[in-house]
């Protein structure tokens, strides 16, 4: 789907903000948002045709001004040795174009003008600009401040400067946002080597076939190209050009807009380093948590002692907290979080989002662990021992009633036979040794299940121990899972942010379609674009 580009540039700044909000990015980054008056379009307010602008560049002493003057056949711009401190634009129109009713965006400051009559370049404005290489820097900002305006550039060159570094990285820079036309001016001292190499150079910018023409200025001379380089700028002043070029800065912005968009995207990471980040403190927790648990070993049995002996006193949960979450287990836990925040950054993850997202898992610890070692050590004492334990200790106390109740009505039954015996045959009545044997016998099984009951009853201490363990355990692995899901949530979060990224950059490659006839080796328009993009 193809969008406009001011829609594109608002769905990035969306984008953008929202990434910010959840500190993926920083607050100081912003979207360069280019000037819609920065067009060459937006020099003209009037309905029709307007003017291509064709502007003169290059090093100092190259022979920009000389050319521009043996176009016009009168010296209306300013060479010689005054040049590399001139801080003035010579601007020279067709006199129907009315230069002072231009909009105010276009730079008309330090601004020679100088009009003509000539009909068959009355479509066209030519721009002789500031040295380019000069020791003033304001004339490299006047430069840059009338690039977004110009239509072509002619960049000039000489035998002694076709090398010139400050022009070059200018060129390489803002090849792919304009028309280029290339003049090898005092070609009466070039040398065909010479030409080849910048040819050469020209190429590793971007350009296959570029239009190069050998010029001789002021005066001309054998091998002077100086015809062919007017008759094709004439050329280009017409409807059909300004529409490609219109459509060429289009895509010069939105390549700078996907570029932009590209560094976002490498800022963000990739999805993978959030896998190994989980993987790592997959790895990591187990190891802090041993260690966790082994120092906490020594308040556990601390507090199940305290609690042993009075289980219902757990209404102090600042001091019950503080007697097994103190500040050495905490600084274990917050140094945990730590590393993983450190492990973040050589992974190429954010890690202010990552800090944001675990900050507040690192002052619940404690209550963590005193909600679930306060549950496990209630439930603990509230029911003691194992279940077997907990089993024999049931069947003693039926033990306890049933063998004492056995051996009595064993008693009983001996007296009411040997009463009934006696009676009969008149006997010796049971005797003193069956008084002292069926004493004997309902005593021992009383005291038999008693003392068993009180040997088999469990430790409330270790239970408690048991109980906090248990909580701490739960707590600890209640801990871990949140961090995995604090990591789950931001991996889900920084997905959704690249996929929307991603669709915003896919949307700025297929967002303008070739400009018309650019795809034409026969066109001379094609030539005068660099295909390095």
């Excluded at 280029?180 to 590793?204: C, I, K, M, P, T």
């Excluded at 993978?272 to 989980?278: G, R, Y």
């Excluded at 070692?373 to 033990?399: I, S, Y």
């Excluded at 021992?444 to 201490?461: D, E, H, M, N, Y």
Aim: overall charge negative; some cysteine; proline content about 5%.
């Amino acid at each position: 789907m193809a969008y406009d580009y001011s829609e594109l540039f608002a769905q990035a700044e969306t984008w953008l903000a929202q990434a910010q909000k959840n500190a993926w990015l920083s607050q100081h980054i912003t979207l360069a948002k280019p000037d819609n008056r920065a067009l060459p379009d937006a020099l003209y307010d009037r309905q029709g045709a307007r003017p291509l602008l064709v502007a003169f560049m290059g090093g100092t002493g190259v022979g920009k001004s000389s050319l521009l003057n043996r176009l016009a056949g009168q010296t209306i711009a300013q060479a010689g040795i005054a040049r590399p401190t001139s801080r003035e634009v010579t601007l020279y129109h067709h006199q129907s174009v009315n230069v002072q009713g231009l909009p105010e965006p276009f730079p008309l400051a330090q601004v020679r003008i100088a009009s003509h009559n000539d009909a068959s370049k009355q479509q066209l404005i030519w721009i002789d600009t500031p040295d380019f290489d000069s020791v003033e820097s304001a004339n490299q900002q006047l430069v840059l401040s009338w690039l977004p305006y110009i239509d072509v550039l002619v960049y000039v060159v000489s035998p002694e400067r076709y090398r010139d570094a400050k022009a070059w990285r200018l060129l390489l820079a803002e090849g792919g946002k304009h028309a280029w036309v290339f003049a090898f001016n005092q070609w009466d001292s070039g040398q065909d080597e010479q030409y080849v190499d910048f040819r050469q150079q020209l190429h590793q910018a971007g350009f296959d076939n570029p239009l190069i023409y050998k010029t001789i200025c002021p005066s001309g001379g054998d091998g002077d190209e100086y015809a062919e380089l007017q008759a094709t700028l004439i050329a280009l002043a017409n409807q059909n050009t300004l529409k490609q070029l219109a459509q060429l800065g289009l895509q010069a912005r939105n390549r700078d807009l996907q570029q932009q968009l590209l560094n976002f995207q490498e800022a963000l990471g990739n999805q993978s380093a959030w896998q190994q980040l989980a993987l790592l403190w997959r790895q990591q927790w187990p190891k802090t948590s041993q260690l966790l648990q082994q120092g906490l070993a020594w308040p556990l049995q601390q507090t199940a002692q305290h609690y042993a002996g009075q289980a219902a006193n757990l209404h102090n949960k600042a001091s019950f907290e503080e007697r097994l979450w103190d500040e050495w287990a905490q600084t274990r836990f917050d140094d945990a979080l730590d590393e993983l925040v450190i492990a973040a950054d050589p992974l190429g993850i954010p890690t202010l989002p990552l800090k944001n997202q675990l900050g507040p898992l690192r002052p619940i610890a404690a209550q963590h662990i005193r909600q679930q070692t306060e549950l496990e050590l209630r439930q603990a004492l509230a029911h003691p021992g194992n279940a077997l334990q907990r089993g024999l200790l049931k069947w003693l106390h039926v033990m306890e009633v049933l063998l004492p109740l056995a051996a009595m009505a064993w008693a009983g039954y001996q007296v009411f036979t040997g009463y009934y015996t006696s009676s009969q045959s008149h006997s010796q009545y049971l005797g003193v040794d069956f008084a002292v044997h069926s004493s004997l016998l309902i005593a021992l099984t009383w005291l038999i299940p008693f003392f068993i009951l009180k040997k088999c009853q469990p430790s409330l201490q270790k239970s408690a121990l048991r109980g906090l363990n248990k909580g701490v355990s739960k707590a600890l692995s209640q801990l871990d899972g949140e961090v995995s899901n604090a990591l789950d949530a931001l991996a889900q979060q920084h997905q959704q942010h690249s996929q929307q990224l991603a669709q915003l950059v896919a949307h700025c490659a297929d967002h303008q379609p070739p400009p018309t006839g650019a795809s034409d080796p026969d066109n001379p328009l094609q030539r005068m674009l660099t295909h390095q993009r």
